[in-house]
């Protein structure tokens, strides 16, 4: 998604001697607790304020449960919870971002939305290093604007295969 580097790809064909790295990407920005995140806004299939949910017996922390959007069962995942960010507060700029991964919905509620932004290659550096202690494989890069940093991430990985499956195990 945000890797710049595709050298596998033969451009010998292409005239103005550029290729698809080149194109700038579009980024959906959001708030969890003091840190903004960056999401591809390709991802996006909806933004939706918070209601309430109906709750999973003896689900994760961070499910918050589930919701019927438009006949579909679509898990909502708390990020403050899921980020071990602190105790999450719902409020007017609460949203839910709801997205369509590999077929399947799932919202994630977050702070608040607050822009789409176009990064071109040359605005994303590498995620820093951490020691194994610390989970971070979601983490694509950092994109920056100015004096404002955005973490990417890859919401696949962030995201389990088994939190998005819920509707599948609810209906079984």
Do not use: W
């Amino acid at each position: 998604m945000f890797e710049p580097n595709h050298s596998s790809h033969n451009d010998t064909n292409n005239t103005n001697n550029s290729n698809h790295t080149d194109l700038p990407l579009e980024i959906l920005a959001f708030t969890v607790g003091d840190e903004e995140y960056g999401i591809d806004i390709q991802k996006v299939q909806e933004l939706r304020s918070y209601n309430s949910v109906t709750r999973i017996a003896n689900a994760a922390e961070h499910m918050k449960g589930v919701v019927n959007l438009r006949g579909v069962i679509v898990p909502m995942i708390d990020m403050r919870i899921k980020l071990n960010l602190g105790t999450p507060t719902y409020n007017d700029f609460t949203v839910v971002i709801v997205l369509n991964l590999a077929g399947n919905t799932v919202g994630i509620v977050v702070d608040n939305v607050s822009d789409v932004v176009t990064l071109s290659l040359n605005q994303i550096k590498p995620a820093p290093s951490f020691d194994t202690s610390v989970n971070a494989n979601y983490i694509l890069g950092l994109g920056t604007i100015d004096e404002r940093m955005l973490i990417l991430v890859n919401v696949e990985e962030m995201i389990s295969a088994a939190e998005i499956n819920i509707d599948h195990r609810l209906a079984a």
